[in-house]
């Protein structure tokens, strides 16, 4: 009797962890990967959030793209400016935003960082 105690309670549990799991829907995208894995990763991601979630993601999608494509010279001039990280504090630019363990970084052009009086790091060798 104990042992199918057991069993039912181990296979509830089993159960109630799998429906955990696929409950969590997560967005992982570096700026180091391709850009059509980033696709498809924003893609899986969109494809399983709740209706209502989803929804909000791509009116929000759709405001970028129309104000984007209203102010196509500023979106234009950054598009051709190298860009680079910037830490919160410290002074040093990075070519990825995982360089020297940055909690949210910045993007910003080179010229910018550089006019903030931001140097290259050594460790990444980001463009000078």
Not at 3 to 10: E, M, S
Not at 11 to 32: D, H, P, R
Not at 55 to 81: F, V
Not at 105 to 111: D, G, I, R, W, Y
Request: proline share 5%; net charge positive; charged share 20%.
């Amino acid at each position: 009797m104990k042992k199918r105690h057991i069993i039912i309670a181990l296979l509830f549990l089993s159960l109630i962890y799998g429906v955990a799991l696929s409950a969590t829907n997560k967005l992982e995208i570096s700026s180091e990967q391709k850009l059509n894995v980033q696709f498809k990763a924003f893609r899986h991601y969109l494809d399983n959030l709740p209706a209502e979630q989803r929804q909000a993601w791509l009116e929000e999608l759709q405001y970028i793209i129309s104000e984007a494509s209203h102010n196509p010279q500023e979106t234009a001039d950054t598009s051709s400016e190298t860009m680079v990280w910037i830490p919160k504090s410290g002074k040093k630019y990075h070519s990825t935003s995982s360089c020297s363990n940055m909690k949210n970084p910045s993007c910003v052009t080179l010229s910018e960082a550089k006019s903030r009086g931001f140097t290259p790091c050594k460790k990444c060798s980001p463009p000078k």
